[in-house]
């Protein structure tokens, strides 16, 4: 009986541990799904299927210990280090702003990166690749334009890690858009990756 008494507390307290480093992990599947719907909304694809937050499944006939070890590790972990259910698609004015200003100037942008003249870059940016394929007459234009829409997509970042209550996602965030906008780049695109250009 003392053998089953120390491995249910040891099970406990794994439990415990693993809900507090869960907590601390950046939840990739779910910025990936936002990730997604932003740029489809800023590249005007419409068509793709609006994405949904991941939901954990619950599992009715879940063993009693696992029960008791989830309402024990609720009570033993302060409401702050308790995280709020993460939501990249939270909505706040500013986001909306953002995402609406990343859209509208897409369209302008679109030409040069089907040139090679810009590429996407391994921060979640825009970078000029060959400025000598934009026109001399629209070259300034263009390096208005990039340098806007880089702005907007760091506010960008920095408004969804602040809205999830983890401004130190930021990073982890970028890296994620960056990622899905290669996946989700034309052919022929180009995209920096490691200092390198690369043609989609």
């Not at 033993?76 to 859209?103: G, T």
């Amino acid at each position: 009986m003392r053998k089953v008494t120390i491995s249910v507390t040891a099970l406990l307290a794994i439990f415990i541990v693993a809900c507090v480093t869960i907590n601390v992990y950046f939840p990739e599947a779910a910025a990936v799904e936002a990730a997604d719907r932003i740029i489809d909304k800023v590249r005007g694809d419409t068509e793709s299927s609006p994405t949904t937050q991941l939901q954990p499944r619950r599992n009715a006939d879940a063993p009693m210990l696992l029960a008791i070890a989830h309402g024990i590790g609720g009570f033993l972990i302060s409401d702050a280090n308790a995280q709020a259910p993460v939501d990249f698609d939270k909505p706040s004015p500013e986001k909306q702003a953002l995402e609406n200003s990343l859209a509208a100037r897409f369209p302008s942008l679109r030409p040069y990166f089907d040139s090679g003249a810009i590429g996407l870059t391994d921060s979640g940016l825009i970078e000029f690749r060959d400025r000598n394929l934009v026109p001399l007459k629209d070259r300034n234009s263009v390096v208005q334009l990039v340098a806007a829409q880089n702005n907007d997509w760091n506010a960008l970042y920095a408004e969804i890690a602040r809205l999830n209550g983890h401004p130190e996602w930021q990073d982890s965030i970028r890296r994620t858009f960056a990622g899905r906008w290669v996946a989700k780049a034309n052919r022929g695109w180009y995209y920096r990756e490691g200092g390198t250009w690369k043609q989609k």
